[in-house]
């Protein structure tokens, strides 16, 4: 059983384009977040959701809109695309804000062109 | 502001022998967890070890295990008897109370047969 999934796994598409990136925890957790991986493999939190709720949005681009329909769910929603978006994306839940560890998901390769 | 630093871009160890990743990190606070991720080239993120702050004892998993100085804000990753499935992308990771999280740039880790 899976317990953070993420779709696509693979996403190439034109600048400009709009794109969504799915994530889906059966972890009963209450915190999820989104991450970007870049080139250089940085990893840096995009958006903390807590029950729902924003907690961290770490000055991303406001192309940028993650959707949480319910706390197992934490959608990403990026407008038109550009170059500089092309990186790995994850997606990582945790029991609690604050507390223990990460869970996270196997990442989106997202490749603009 | 709290800042990780892994001063290893890359390291090699042969295999069966012992390796020690470092990484520090910088903080006004006292109550924090310090982690250590595995990132092997399929992506996918796996928790190797946690350390609460405030514990003392260093935190053992198997062949990992931490040293971890409070005071000198140290948190290095010893790995014994290496092996192959060892190699990796290894990131160390601060979060707080707060949920804010933070990832070192990575170490990359080749085993040498």
């Known amino acids: 059983d899976t317990a953070v999934s993420q779709t696509p796994k693979y996403l190439v598409t034109q600048m400009g384009n709009d794109k969504s990136i799915k994530c889906e925890q059966n972890?009963?957790?209450?915190?999820m977040y989104w991450y970007k991986q870049d080139s250089k493999k940085f990893l840096k939190i995009m958006f903390s959701?807590?029950?729902?709720?924003?907690?961290i949005n770490e000055t991303v681009p406001n192309r940028f809109s993650p959707k949480s329909p319910d706390k197992a769910h934490l959608n990403l929603h990026i407008n038109s695309l550009e170059l500089g978006d092309s990186a790995v994306y994850f997606c990582?839940?945790?029991?609690?804000?604050?507390?223990?560890?990460?869970?996270f998901g196997p990442g989106t390769r997202l490749t603009v062109t | 502001a709290q800042t990780v630093t892994q001063s290893q871009p890359e390291m090699s160890v042969q295999e069966a022998e012992t390796v020690t990743l470092s990484c520090t990190y910088d903080t006004s606070e006292s109550d924090y967890y310090l982690f250590w991720y595995k990132q092997p080239p399929s992506r996918q993120m796996i928790l190797v070890i946690r350390q609460e702050a405030y514990k003392q004892q260093n935190a053992t998993e198997n062949r990992f295990s931490v040293n971890f100085q409070k005071a000198a804000k140290s948190f290095s990753l010893k790995i014994s008897d290496s092996q192959l499935g060892d190699a990796a992308m290894y990131f160390c990771?601060?979060?707080?109370?707060?949920?804010?999280?933070?990832f070192g740039k990575g170490t990359r880790l080749h085993i040498l047969p």
């Open positions: 990582a839940s945790s029991p609690l804000a604050g507390v223990y560890e990460q869970y």
């Open positions: 972890l009963g957790h209450d915190t």
């Open positions: 959701y807590n029950n729902k709720e924003l907690i």
């Open positions: 990771a601060y979060r707080n109370r707060d949920d804010k999280i933070i």
